[in-house]
C-alpha cells in the first residue's frame, strides 16, 4: 500500500499545503494532536497573525545575486536559520519519526532538539550520530531525574541542552478532549469510522502503534505502559522551580544551555546573569497559556533586554520563509518550527521533513533576493516597516 499521496510534493508547495496534506493523512485525533492548542486557541492563532503587522521595506538596488543563508550559533556553523525544535511522541506520527526528522535536519545543515517526551531514545537517536542535535530536559519534582537527563545527554554527546520552563503545568488542550484522545490511540466507534480513508497511516503504523512510549522515561525493568507513564508525567513536573534550579542545571551542563518558553523581558534580562547561553522566546505555540502573548509581539523588547553574548531564537507561528526574515529583522539569530516538521512527517517521514525545509530554504531565499539581501547578516529592522 503507498504510504503517501501521489503527487504530494506538487501539492505540498507551502506549508500551509503540507498541513492539509498532514491532515488527509492522520486521524483527527493524530492530527489535533500535534495541531492544536490550548482551550480557545488565541494564542495560537495570534501567533501566526503578529507577522502581518509588519511589511518590508525592499531596497533591491542593492543587488543581491546570491544569497548565503547560513548562520553560526553556539560555535558552529548552520545552513539555514530554520531549526526543528522538540515536539513529543513524533514518532506516533511515523514509523521512528523522531531519527526521520533528524535526518532530514542534518540533510538540510541544520539542528535537531530531540523532545524529552520522544518514542525513541536519546541514546537511539545519537546512535544515528546526525549533528548537530540538542536535548529538551525539565525541571522536575525529582531534581535526581533531571539530574539523569542531562548525564545522559552529555553522555550521548548532545551538543546543547534546551530546558523548557512554560508547561510546569499542562495546559488544557480541548480539542484532546472533545476527541477522547489517549496513548497509545484507542479508537472508538465514530473514530474507527473515520480512519477508513486513513488505511496508509494505519498500513505503515502496523506494529509499532502498540511499542508507541515515552522512551526517555522507561526505566530498564519498568512495567509501567504509555498509558500509565502518560498519566503520571503531570505529576513529574514542577511548579515550584526557580532560578536556583537553572544555577544547578549550568553547573552540572557543560555545553550551551538554553531557556525555551521566556517571554518577559525582565526574565530575559536576568537569565543572562545565570549563565544561560541562550534564550528561545516561545509560548510553546500555543498549547499551555491561552491569552499569553505572541512570540512575535515581544521579539523586540526581549532583544532590547538580552545582551549580545546570549543567543535570541523564536519559536512561535513560523509558517512562511517571510515570517523567519521577519523575526531575524526582529533580532532573532534563527527559528524554530514545530507543527510545520510534524505535517511533513505525516505525509512522508524524512524525506516529507527534508521537502518541509527546503520550502523554508526557498522562500527565504527568494525574500531575501527581492529585498536586495545578500547574508543573513544584513538582514536589519531597517528591512521593516510597522503598520498604522
Not at 57 to 63: D, E, F, I, N, V
Not at 127 to 147: A, H, L
Not at 161 to 185: A, K, M, Y
Amino acid at each position: 500500500m503507498n504510504a503517501t499521496p501521489p503527487g504530494w510534493i506538487r501539492d505540498g508547495c507551502s506549508i500551509a499545503a503540507m498541513r492539509l496534506l498532514a491532515q488527509a493523512a492522520l486521524p483527527r485525533p493524530v492530527f489535533d494532536f500535534a495541531d492544536g492548542g490550548a482551550e480557545d486557541e488565541r494564542t495560537l492563532r495570534r501567533n501566526e497573525l503578529a507577522f502581518d503587522d509588519v511589511d518590508f521595506l525592499p531596497q533591491p538596488l542593492r543587488g543581491a545575486p546570491t544569497r548565503d543563508l547560513s548562520i553560526t550559533l553556539f560555535g558552529g556553523t548552520l545552513n539555514l536559520p530554520v531549526i526543528i525544535g522538540p515536539t513529543g511522541l513524533a514518532g506516533l506520527l511515523w514509523p521512528d519519526g523522531e531519527v526521520c526528522a533528524a535526518r532530514a535536519a542534518h540533510r538540510a545543515g541544520t539542528a535537531y532538539c530531540l523532545s524529552h517526551g520522544s518514542v525513541c531514545t536519546l541514546e537511539a537517536l545519537a546512535e544515528t550520530r546526525v549533528t548537530p542535535r540538542w536535548m529538551q530536559v525539565f525541571i522536575y519534582r525529582d531534581r535526581g531525574f533531571t539530574r539523569e537527563l542531562v548525564e545522559r545527554a552529555a553522555a550521548a554527546g548532545y551538543g546543547a541542552l534546551v530546558l523548557t520552563i512554560d508547561n510546569q503545568i499542562l495546559g488544557s488542550r480541548e480539542r484532546d478532549i472533545r476527541n477522547g484522545f489517549s496513548i497509545p490511540p484507542r479508537p472508538d466507534l465514530r473514530s474507527m469510522m473515520g480512519l477508513a480513508g486513513r488505511l496508509p497511516w494505519l498500513w505503515r503504523m502496523r506494529g509499532h502503534l502498540r511499542h508507541i512510549t515515552f522512551g526517555n522515561y522507561v526505566k530498564p525493568g519498568d512495567s509501567a505502559g504509555i498509558a500509565k507513564l502518560a498519566g503520571r508525567m503531570p505529576s513529574l513536573l514542577d511548579p515550584a522551580m526557580s532560578w536556583a534550579d537553572v544555577d544547578q542545571l549550568r553547573m552540572m551542563w557543560k555545553g550551551p544551555l538554553i531557556l525555551k518558553g521566556v517571554l518577559s523581558p525582565a526574565e530575559a534580562e536576568r537569565a543572562a546573569k545565570h549563565g544561560v547561553d541562550g534564550l528561545i522566546v516561545s509560548n510553546h505555540g500555543g498549547r499551555q497559556l491561552d491569552g499569553a502573548v505572541a512570540s512575535f509581539d515581544i521579539l523586540p523588547r526581549i532583544r532590547d533586554a538580552v545582551p549580545e553574548n546570549v543567543e535570541l531564537l523564536f519559536d512561535g507561528g513560523v509558517r512562511r520563509g517571510a515570517d523567519v526574515v521577519k523575526a531575524l529583522a526582529m533580532g532573532a539569530r534563527a527559528c524554530l518550527i514545530g507543527r510545520p516538521q510534524l505535517w511533513g512527517l505525516a505525509v512522508a517521514g524524512e524525506q516529507g521533513v527534508a521537502h518541509v525545509l527546503e520550502i523554508y530554504r526557498r522562500e527565504i531565499d527568494r525574500v531575501m533576493g527581492l529585498c536586495g539581501i545578500s547574508r543573513i547578516t544584513d538582514i536589519g529592522p531597517d528591512l521593516l516597516v510597522r503598520r498604522k
